[in-house]
């Protein structure tokens, strides 16, 4: 293993559910089929070349309303509501989003966590980047995803904030290039040393943020009342330290290792998450979690295929682009992700059926964006394939997000500088 850690030990019940569920994802992904997907809702090439124009409106629309936010919060808080009505209307007409999709991610209850997030985070990190606020703000995100399927509302609390927090503390910490091997297994050391309980005095500024978020923690969720919030702290922990494996650039690492290694620390990162967001979690609960952050780390790797392959980080889909099978590899990510929703058995209520199927539109579309970014590792009767499921055409989305970063660079400084912003994120006031 790498870096030679000792493990901290979890409690024999939780580590016995959570190697029965490495093991039946394991066995799920295996039995996705590695052929193209089945094409039942598709789009012709005239409807997506309307969609194409409606979305170059609204991208012009909205580079409008960004150049001339308001001042006021009164009319801010009237500019935010302008906006959210367009796009309601434009993914509705152009994207066939239903209602009760934008009534879920423009919930009052889902803005008022985001925006007390921001601030929160900046009062404990002044100096965070956005790129760093960006990645803790997702996990909000499904944090409250998952309050939702566990029949609350989304709202922040102090572990959500904390668990949230912590990724870019220590999974970013340790992805840099430059801290040395030795490092990295103090790092890793201490911080499970710290989520097993034990009392360190922090090395380094880094490490006291560390260790006062796990404290955030401990104080909602008592060790002794909450065993399980903390042994799913100590798997996600694992997770990371088996994932540094990852980083060898000239050992290509066993395909099923991999594979291992990939289900092991998605599932528990949001198998974490539930056991945050809950206190405690039936088993069949925490089985689709698990199966749910399997999805969303792989579906992380299609996307940072690119960026990955130039660090020399080893994924499932760097690997397989290495060996030019990227195509099936897909397709078995496909075929994985609507195995995993489907398999929603505890969640039945209406609500949660309308949620499934929003992760279900979110994931497809990020999957079709992340095709159409390495359009290069694909061959073009597969990209013809793919592209039909897509509401706007495989060139159009490489177009579109070089322009709309082009614009906003453009325009972001004197926005901000006009409104004395610091980041985008100020924008949810």
Request: glycine share 6%; proline share 5%.
């Amino acid at each position: 293993m790498y870096p030679a850690v000792k493990l901290p030990e979890r409690e024999p019940g939780f580590d016995e559910d959570l190697q029965a569920f490495v093991e039946k994802y394991i066995a799920i992904w295996q039995a996705s089929a590695a052929d193209p997907p089945a094409l039942t809702a598709t789009y012709t090439v005239a409807e997506q070349q309307s969609s194409e124009l409606e979305t170059g409106s609204l991208t012009d629309s909205m580079d409008k309303e960004f150049r001339n936010y308001p001042g006021g919060k009164k009319q801010q808080s009237a500019w935010r509501e302008r906006v959210f009505a367009t796009l309601r209307e434009f993914g509705k007409t152009s994207f066939r989003v239903p209602d009760s999709h934008f009534d879920i991610i423009f919930s009052p209850e889902y803005f008022q966590s985001s925006r007390e997030f921001v601030h929160k985070a900046r009062g404990f990190d002044p100096k965070m980047g956005n790129e760093a606020l960006a990645q803790a703000l997702r996990n909000v995100w499904v944090m409250n995803c998952l309050q939702m399927f566990l029949g609350g509302r989304p709202s922040l609390t102090p572990s959500i904030f904390a668990y949230s927090m912590l990724y870019p503390y220590t999974d970013n910490h340790l992805d840099r290039p430059e801290l040395s091997i030795k490092s990295k297994e103090i790092a890793c050391r201490r911080l499970g040393l710290r989520l097993s309980g034990e009392v360190l005095a922090p090395r380094d500024k880094q490490e006291a943020a560390v260790f006062r978020l796990i404290e955030m923690i401990e104080g909602e969720f008592p060790r002794d009342a909450f065993p399980g919030v903390h042994s799913s702290l100590l798997a996600i922990h694992t997770g990371q330290v088996q994932s540094l494996s990852q980083q060898h650039p000239l050992e290509i690492p066993d395909e099923q290792r991999l594979l291992r290694i990939s289900i092991a620390k998605g599932g528990s990162s949001v198998l974490a998450d539930g056991w945050l967001v809950a206190g405690a979690l039936a088993r069949e609960e925490a089985d689709f979690f698990f199966g749910y952050g399997v999805m969303l780390q792989l579906l992380d790797d299609l996307q940072d295929l690119p960026e990955d392959r130039a660090a020399g980080h080893w994924t499932l889909f760097t690997r397989t682009a290495w060996t030019k099978q990227v195509e099936s590899l897909t397709n078995r990510l496909w075929n994985f992700m609507h195995a995993v929703l489907n398999s929603m058995n505890c969640f039945t209520s209406p609500r949660c059926l309308e949620i499934r199927d929003l992760i279900r539109r979110s994931s497809t579309m990020l999957m079709l964006r992340a095709i159409a970014e390495c359009d290069e590792l694909f061959s073009s009767e597969y990209l013809q394939h793919m592209e039909r499921i897509s509401p706007l055409r495989f060139a159009y989305l490489k177009r579109q997000r070089k322009e709309i970063t082009a614009r906003f660079r453009e325009a972001w400084p004197a926005v901000a500088r006009r409104r004395k912003l610091q980041s985008v994120f100020d924008l949810l006031g």
